[in-house]
């Protein structure tokens, strides 16, 4: 139990290192880097430095 509450308190930080909280936008989109980082942050003080690399996603287009 220490150690998630360690943990996320770490992703927390992180936000505030990129400022997330001040400069977000307010909707889903905002909302979801913002947990993503409390939930992976303490990743890149690891050195695990997490990354997408392809966001290229092949998704059906609508018909015409």
């Known amino acids: 139990m220490v150690l ?3 943990w996320l308190m770490a992703g ?3 936000g505030a290192q990129r400022d997330y909280y001040n400069t977000a936008p307010t909707n889903c989109a905002g909302a979801g ?3 993503v980082t409390i ?3 303490p990743l890149n ?3 695990m430095n997490p990354r997408i690399e392809d ?3 092949d998704v059906p287009q609508p018909t015409q």
């Open 33 to 35: 880097t913002i947990a």
């Open 12 to 14: 927390v930080i992180a």
């Open 45 to 47: 003080y690891l050195g």
């Open 55 to 57: 966001c290229n996603v």
């Open 4 to 6: 998630v509450f360690v």
């Open 39 to 41: 939930v992976a942050g």
